[in-house]
């Protein structure tokens, strides 16, 4: 069972949008910075948006994160093929001090 | 460019400890805190602990306080993860990761995983 809740998995044709919640509690995401990562079938992670909102060079701007309150949410505009993946969240929790995942979403391009 | 090149794959027997070393360049080692995180076989991402490696200190997830033990070697630019009493459930690919600069603290350098390993099987059979 995850700190953070995220939806098993999430679908959209290409061309769409998609958003993927990140859901907390006041001692993870509501206090604490939120990151997102990809991960393709058999490699490791990759950062996608870290500070909440911001994007590494490289990311296009398809790809967008925000934060309200203890939830997060990373969105993904365009849809490609090449995006069917799965996504995570992460944040630091301080009442357990230590980072936490959530448990991750397998994103569907139909 | 960052690359964090880390050990090859290995095979234990259950109570056996592992040591998985993860190599850093491109960039000042001691700058950067690096993490450890863990993907057992088809399941989502698990994050076990953090080191900074400019003075050696730790943060560890408390599911593996006293079996995980996290050091760092400034002459090689690498970390080690050491993990004991290795068990069934320990099978995973084992990544280390980048995180935040050491000047912006723990809390916040712990919400960043800049670059990744490739990561290392470890495989705990008897």
């Known amino acids: 069972q995850s700190v953070l809740t995220q939806p098993p998995s999430v679908s959209a044709a290409p061309g769409q949008k998609v958003t993927i919640s990140c859901s907390g509690s006041?001692?993870?995401?509501?206090?604490?910075?939120v990151s997102w990562y990809q991960q393709l079938p058999g490699t490791a992670p990759k950062l996608l948006i870290y500070?909440?909102?911001k994007r590494p060079s490289g990311i296009p701007d398809r790809f967008s994160g925000s934060k309200s309150g203890t939830s997060a949410t990373l969105g993904i505009t365009g849809l490609q093929t090449g995006d069917e993946a799965d996504y995570y969240c992460?944040?630091?929790?301080?009442?357990?001090?230590?980072?936490?995942f959530g448990g991750g979403t397998k994103l569907t391009v139909l | 460019q960052v690359q964090l090149v880390q050990s090859g794959a290995e095979v234990k027997k259950p109570g056996a400890s592992v040591k998985v070393s993860c190599k850093a360049s491109?960039?000042?080692?001691?700058?950067?805190?690096l993490h450890w995180v863990r993907q057992a076989p088809g399941q989502g991402l698990e994050w076990m602990g953090i080191?900074?490696?400019?003075?050696?200190?730790?943060t560890y997830a408390q599911k593996f306080q006293g079996r995980v033990t996290m050091t760092r070697d400034t002459s090689t630019s690498t970390v080690y993860m050491e993990l004991s009493s290795l068990r069934s459930e320990d099978t995973a690919v084992y990544y280390c990761?980048?995180?935040?600069?050491?000047?912006?603290?723990?809390?916040?350098?712990?919400?960043?995983?800049?670059?990744w390993g490739q990561g290392t099987l470890v495989t705990v059979s008897s």
């Open positions: 006041s001692s993870n995401i509501g206090n604490n910075y």
């Open positions: 500070d909440n909102n």
């Open positions: 992460v944040t630091w929790d301080s009442s357990l001090s230590a980072g936490v």
């Open positions: 491109g960039y000042t080692f001691t700058y950067y805190y």
């Open positions: 990761a980048r995180g935040g600069a050491r000047d912006v603290g723990v809390v916040v350098a712990a919400t960043l995983f800049s670059s």
């Open positions: 080191i900074n490696p400019s003075d050696g200190s730790t």
